[in-house]
Nanobody, 127 residues
């Protein structure tokens, strides 16, 4: 399984970006898909997840109401729409895939749950 993240860039505070993560190699629809981010000098943190069992989505409190995760099964792609960006959103963003159908939601907020990772895409938000 390969994940290819794209869509990062430089944006002013208050602006928007949409990240994409293309998945190849196995049945996309049977993965929980997560987005994480890592700021310089910080640990990688959970941003959002889309479960394939039940189809629900979950977000970190810091992005709730501003970011939206979605998936297009026809394109084997998961998206992260980021609106009202803040300088503190600056980070390298990673997509990840977890094939465990019985994964609990709290577990999907941890990097330990994920089997596959993309290479990361840098988002820089200027003030």
């Amino acid at each position: 399984v390969q994940l290819q993240a794209s869509g990062g860039g430089l944006v002013q505070a208050g602006g928007s970006l949409r990240l994409s993560c293309a998945v190849s190699g196995r049945t996309f629809s049977r993965y929980h898909m997560g987005w994480f981010r890592q700021a310089a000098g910080e640990e990688r943190e959970f941003v959002a997840v889309s479960r394939w069992t039940g189809g629900r989505t979950y977000y970190a409190d810091s992005v709730k109401g501003r970011f939206t995760i979605s998936r297009d099964s026809a394109k084997n792609t998961v998206y992260l729409q980021m609106n009202s960006l803040k300088p503190e959103d600056t980070a390298v963003y990673y997509c990840a895939a977890d094939a465990e159908p019985y994964a609990i939601t709290s577990g999907l907020m941890s990097t330990n749950s994920y089997d596959y990772w993309g290479q990361g895409t840098l988002v820089t938000v200027s003030s």
